[in-house]
């Protein structure tokens, strides 16, 4: 039992907390136009106030035609939902999967990334903006959030109004603006686990035509997993963040936001640790317990939640995020023209144990990676009679350049290699310092225009179509050289017949690491679409539906291909083709009780063709992953949004998803891990079929599995989210003030956490609870203590299969019991 005595420091830190002080509860501070849009949708359900520009345009959240989520700056710092996969706990069709902050996927109802390793030659399905401004590495979503105002989630396509590939939704993030009236936010957190949290805005005049805001963020936590061969807490959080911005108001009707922003990340991370073993059709002497005992070796815990690891590796995985933005908006005789021009950068810089062991199997494994994007978009709103628009062009540019390394060790041998061959499997330098060393380019260019039209055909009733041409074009290389513990090249060589010239020793590196070198690129043109019908038939009843034909662009490989027995490339998987979506959806919004209370439902159905899924090549030693075209996926599904404040002192919200997503067609999937070195597969409706290798005999792998039928990846049938606050009047700080008690829940029922599902590889249901107990004085002071994750469930974000298919499944554990105390203010 491992304990940390870390309660006199979250003392001290809180102490410090107290001193500092932070902002408080209420979330307004946007400009006259937008002022309204801050009101917090989970504890102010009176929606009239709650203005969105989820259509790049003023509208209020009950009366804009599609499915929106909106959360707003108070309810995000009150609830602790300061980065996206927080944010997951109150929008139940948002998921978010990070092994690290590359191996990152934000989905929204199942649909956006493929879940697993990053590839950087494909596209984001769900879009990431602040502050109109397009984020295309999805590692940005792992900062913290940083002077919010409010944050929509938009779902279902998007692609007629957002820059790049809306496929699936789009987080549409807004932060607090300059004010020409002076004001500070302050606010601090301290908790166990050694967390520490300031945050700090301030805001103000230059003159009477310029303003000026400054916003930082800390955050450190110590590790949730100890690491007992290097004596340390992993796993953990160092977030720091700063934005400037700068607004010039020359005139009532210009407006022009000049904006920096630099975000890092240092911490000690990112580990997966033991979970299981489950067994494979390999003979036995290949699968995880005989490999471990010939090593004589025992992972120190076979309980997953016992936090423990042995990892033999350093962890590191240092991200860097920052960029400048200029925005101008002018107000035109036929509408607003909108330019968003930026700048953005990304850096990783990792350093990964892929055996998940104690044992020197992989000694190096990372992929340290630049990215550089630049866009461009002019749009043009405007409104004349019963006619209203946005028209608008968007322009994108990236390119990557990832070099990564990995590098075998002592312990590869007996590892990797099959114990028949005894001379080879006895020899440590075998595999040992066996290193490839990979060079990754990617250039991508994407250019749109799109237009979002409404006419109203009566006063009740409207008609809404936009549509967007769009193109993208990619250029990648990938390169990747091997060589020996002595430096060698180790390289295929073939005899005149075709049969291989490399000795038994190179055939045993090549099968764990084999060079590869080739080049791709893919280009097309596409036109999307979409059509709305809105129809209010009282003034609180809105009802509408949806369809929309849209892209997802293609993309190419760039974690390499499979390959002949001869080490060729097969350049047929080196490019996927783009995804073809048809999508539907059917929504009521309703305002009941005074309007004290909202009741939204939402029905959508989704058709992909040409899914791009991510896939792996199961070789010896090595787990590749690349992407493949499932033939059809849909997802489909009912939402549920519902909001009370019957009074002041008490308020209400439950959200709630249905969502089955499967694939309709996908024939040649990778088969799951337990049919690994058989000769069964599986049926379409996930049943064994055929005959099990005997024990003790090689067997042969099936190259696909038939999973049409099956669940996707990461997606929960069920998911709910719920809270409420009460509070009663006090006088508290000077003046009138409340204590209040909050609740935040959630839940989610069990999903597959493998591109196949795999009977190891589900993550059961669980429930997570929040409590927040706290006074304020309106919206100058709060303070309260928190705890989350209360009733400490035992949970996995995700798992995965290890590497060289042994059988071991590693795991992500969540997050335990946490609790703490929050200060803010402002003035």
């Known amino acids: ?38 009101a917090d949708a989970a504890t102010q359900p009176v929606d009239d106030s709650i203005v969105v520009t989820a259509r790049r345009r003023a509208e209020t959240v009950q009366t804009v035609p599609l499915a929106v989520t909106v959360v707003g700056g108070a309810h995000i710092e009150n609830t602790g939902a300061f980065n996206v996969g927080r944010l997951t706990q109150l929008t139940p069709t948002l998921q978010f999967y990070s092994s690290n902050p590359r191996n990152t996927s934000v989905n929204i109802r199942g649909l956006g990334a493929p879940l697993g390793l990053t590839n950087d030659g494909i596209e984001q399905g769900v879009g990431i903006y602040i502050d109109d401004v397009f984020y295309a590495r999805a590692a940005s979503s792992t900062f913290d959030f940083l002077d919010v105002s409010r944050i929509e989630v938009l779902r279902g396509p998007q692609g007629t109004l957002f820059g790049k590939n809306t496929t699936a939704g789009a987080l549409n993030i807004t932060t607090r603006a300059p004010t020409f009236d002076p004001e500070a936010r302050l606010e601090a957190s301290a908790g166990n686990l050694g967390f520490v949290q300031l945050k700090g805005a301030v805001s103000g005049p230059l003159s009477d035509t310029l303003a000026v805001r400054l916003a930082g963020s800390f955050t450190q936590r110590d590790g949730t997993v100890y690491n007992v061969a290097q004596r340390q807490w992993i796993n953990s959080q160092d977030n720091k963040g700063a934005r400037l911005q700068f607004l010039w108001r020359p005139t009532g009707g210009v407006e022009v936001t000049l904006s920096g922003d630099y975000n890092k990340q240092n911490p000690n991370c990112c580990a997966l640790i033991y979970v299981r073993t489950g067994a494979t059709q390999r003979p036995l002497t290949r699968q995880y317990a005989a490999l471990a005992a010939a090593q004589n070796y025992a992972v120190p815990s076979t309980n997953p939640f016992d936090r423990v690891t042995d990892e033999d590796v350093l962890l590191r995985a240092k991200n860097e995020v920052g960029g400048v933005s200029l925005r101008a908006k002018i107000d035109t005789g036929i509408g607003t023209v909108t330019s968003i021009t930026a700048w953005r950068y990304w850096d990783w810089d990792p350093s990964n144990d892929r055996d998940y062991l104690g044992l020197p199997i992989t000694t190096k494994s990372n992929n340290p990676s630049h990215q550089d994007q630049y866009t461009q978009e002019l749009r043009l709103t405007g409104e004349t009679g019963r006619f209203n628009y946005t028209v608008g062009a968007f322009g994108f540019y990236q390119k990557i350049h990832t070099s990564g390394v990995q590098q075998q060790g002592p312990a590869a041998s007996k590892f990797l290699i099959n114990p028949t061959s005894t001379a080879l499997y006895n020899d440590p330098s075998v595999l040992n310092g066996l290193t490839a060393t990979n060079d990754i380019t990617l250039k991508n260019t994407s250019a749109a225009i799109y237009g979002k039209f409404g006419y109203k055909l009566s006063d009740t009733f409207s008609i809404q179509p936009g549509v967007r041409l769009n193109y993208d074009k990619k250029d990648g290389v990938y390169s990747s050289v091997v060589t020996d513990g002595n430096g060698n090249l180790v390289v295929f060589e073939t005899n005149a017949d075709g049969t291989s010239a490399n000795s038994s020793r190179e055939r045993a590196q090549l099968a764990v690491l084999a060079p590869q070198y080739f080049k791709a690129n893919f280009s097309n043109w ?56 048809n999508h539907f959806e059917l929504g009521v919004k309703t305002q009941f009780w005074g309007r004290k209370g909202t009741f939204n439902v939402a029905a959508f159905r989704t058709d992909i063709n040409d899914y791009q899924a991510q896939v792996s090549n199961y ?69 064994l079929v055929g005959t099990p290798a005997p024990a003790g005999t090689p067997g042969i792998s099936p190259l696909s599995c038939d999973i049409s039928g099956q669940v996707l990846p990461g997606v929960s049938k069920w998911s709910f989210s719920y809270g409420g606050e009460v509070n009663l009047p006090v006088q508290a700080f000077g003046g009138e003030g409340q204590v209040y008690l909050g609740v935040d829940g959630n839940y989610r029922s069990r999903f597959s956490s493998n591109p196949t599902p795999s009977a190891y590889t589900w993550v059961e ?11 304020r004085r309106d919206a100058r002071f709060d303070i309260y203590g928190w705890v989350r994750n209360a009733f400490d469930t035992h949970y996995f974000d995700q798992l995965a299969v290890a590497s060289g298919n042994t059988g071991l499944i590693v795991g992500q554990v969540g997050d335990p019991r946490t609790y703490g105390l929050t200060v803010r203010t402002q003035f």
């Not at 999307?528 to 809105?542: E, F, I, K, M, Q």
């Not at 249901?765 to 006074?775: K, S």
Request: hydrophobic fraction near 40%.
């Open 526 to 581: 596409n036109v999307s679409g979409d059509v709305t019908l809105a129809w209010d038939p009282t003034r609180d009843v809105h009802v509408y539906g949806t369809y929309a034909r849209s892209f997802k662009s293609g993309g190419i490989n760039l974690n390499g291909v499979p390959a002949n027995t001869d080490g060729t490339p097969l350049l047929q998987f080196a490019t996927i083709k783009p995804e073809r979506v």
């Open 619 to 687: 070789t010896v030693g090595a787990l590749r992953g690349y992407l493949a075209n499932a033939e059809k996926v849909r997802t489909q599904g009912v939402e549920v949004d519902f909001a009370l404040r019957p009074s002041e002192r008490f308020s209400v919200y439950s959200n709630a998803a249905y969502t089955d997503a499967k694939y309709v067609r996908f024939k040649n999937a990778p088969c799951p891990p337990e049919l690994s070195g058989g000769t069964q597969t599986v049926d379409a409706n996930g049943n």
């Open 1 to 38: 039992m491992l304990v940390r005595a870390n309660l006199a420091a979250s003392v001290a830190s809180a102490g410090l907390a107290l001193a500092l002080a932070a902002p408080a509860h209420a979330a307004a501070d946007a400009p006259a136009a937008e002022a309204a849009s801050t």
């Open 765 to 775: 249901g669980y429930a997570l609870t929040n409590f927040r107990l706290g006074v």
